[in-house]
């Protein structure tokens, strides 16, 4: 029934900056926690960032000072802003929330490739 639908990905040089965003297509309820992922072909999927529906964030040591987290409550939307890109930020991101009503429940989006390169 809901889907979580992301955009914002593409090709930016190192230095630049990119703003993800990613919202619910359907109604949600209880929204705990909303997230950031990263997953690069080589490695497992990663944490970069969280923030809590008090608004408290968590980041990954490897994008602190450079990417901020936001949420839109009233649209049930997330954003990502990413500054100072790095080569080594090229993956696929993907969101996802946590829900605790009517069911504990993890939900991704499809993925957004963000590829830092000049």
């Known amino acids: 029934q809901v889907q979580l639908v992301e955009s914002g990905g593409g090709l930016v040089q190192p230095g630049g900056s990119l703003r993800l965003s990613c919202a619910a297509s359907g109604t949600m309820f209880s929204i705990k926690t909303m997230g950031w992922y990263r997953q690069d072909p080589r490695k497992e999927r990663e944490l970069v960032a969280e923030i809590t529906s008090g608004g408290s964030t968590n980041y990954a040591d490897s994008v602190k000072g450079r990417f901020t987290i936001s949420r839109d409550n009233a649209k049930n939307t997330v954003y990502l802003q990413m500054n100072s890109l790095k080569p080594e930020d090229t993956a696929v991101y993907y969101c996802?929330?946590?829900?605790?009503?009517?069911?504990?429940?993890?939900?991704w989006g499809q993925g957004t490739q963000v590829t830092v390169s000049s």
């Open positions: 996802n929330f946590l829900t605790g009503w009517p069911l504990e429940s993890n939900y």
